[in-house]
């Protein structure tokens, strides 16, 4: 059988997530000054040298993680590794004082700038797009209880096969990826489908490691959103669905309980509430 997405590759997923970062977010890596490089690097290494010296790594292993490390940056593949094992972790740390909601990492395949859609509508998506239909209801509020009006809810995510517009081929452009705008109330109702189960690329450099290291290459299904209102702290987040069988051991460690959704069934699909809680800024 042959599919759309059988032309996926991890090279071209990786291609289009490194560009995409380099355009978006190669900003603000200057001025960082000397001693803080410096004082982390060395902190780096010195964790590095104690994992060969423990483990008395030998050259044969030193040369695979030489030619593995090329292998990343040929298939495009630092952001997915590093939003994969590393972005959790420094998104806990840039969170830990927030009152409001929590967050969750971005991961590599946010694009800015999705079609507006109004405080209630669909996500852009296929005529036959596959996939149980979700009516997701909210209000977004500061940590203060008021409502925001005219706050933004960016919504992206998977299709019903787990993959991603803008990463994956043959999908449209935009496609499952929408933007929204709180009514006065604070409300917004957004229309879409339920996503996949999404396993990350297993014929690059990252899933070479997940193989050797006999892991998996699992990621829970996920609704991801950028949540951000005037005077407030932007939130990053993912939503969850109860059941996965991956909620419990996510590759990308992101899962929260308190971002887990409670689905109830009605006519037609599924219904979903959930609302954002902002801190001031
Ligand atoms: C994803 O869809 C994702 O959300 C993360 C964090 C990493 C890889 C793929
Ligand atoms: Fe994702």
Redesign the pocket.
Known sequence: MTTAHDTATAAASGASATERFKSDKLTGVEGTPPERVSLLAREVLDAVHATIRKHKVTYDEYNALKAWLISVGEDGEWPLFLDVWVEHVVEEVATEHREGNKGTIE???YVPDAPEQGSSGSVPMRDDEPGTPLTWTGRVTSTSGSALAGAKVEL???DADGY?SQFAPNIPEWNLRGTFTTAADGNFEIRTVR?AP?QIPTDGACGKLIAAAGWHAW?PA?L?VKVSAPGHELLTA?LYFPGDEHNDDDI?SAVKPELMLAPKPVTGGEAIEYGFVLDPA
């Open positions: 991961g590599p395949y992206w995510h998977a991603y996503p999404y990621r996920h991801h993912q990308a």
